[in-house]
Nanobody
Framework: QVQLVESGGGLVQAGGSLRLSCAAS????????MAWFRQVPGKERHFVAA????????YYADSVKGRFTISRENAKNAVLLQMNSLKPEDTAIYYC????????????????WGQGTQVTVSS
């Protein structure tokens, strides 16, 4: 089993940057493709970015392409999401996810979820 804990969320002005971190427990972290999703309360959870087991392949939602970068450090059991040029519409709860197959781009691909971290972008 894998436990995921996100950190790094907060309040930032439009145009600013944040870096989210996801710390994973367990010795099998490198065997999981990973992803970030986000959700606005009352709406569906949406895919943001995904990364393959070895970190060589990455995937992004069109809405964040060119602004967000996903990476992983298997030796540290960590996944990062660097978010630049943030917009008010990026405001959401961001969830780290470990998947069953790569790439992890839908909720049905997810085996484990973190508890989420709030990102708020003010205009």
């Amino acid at each position: 089993q894998v436990q995921l804990v996100e950190s790094g969320g907060g309040l930032v002005q439009a145009g600013g940057s944040l870096r989210l971190s996801c710390a994973a427990s367990g010795r099998t972290f490198s065997s999981y493709p990973m992803a970030w999703f986000r959700q606005v309360p009352g709406k569906e959870r949406h895919f943001v970015a995904a990364i393959s087991r070895g970190g060589l392949s990455t995937y992004y939602a069109d809405s964040v392409k060119g602004r967000f970068t996903i990476s992983r450090e298997n030796a540290k059991n960590a996944v990062l999401l660097q978010m630049n040029s943030l917009k008010p519409e990026d405001t959401a709860i961001y969830y780290c996810a470990a998947g069953t197959g790569s790439p992890v781009t839908t909720a049905t691909d997810v085996r484990y979820w973190g508890q989420g971290t709030q990102v708020t972008v003010s205009s």
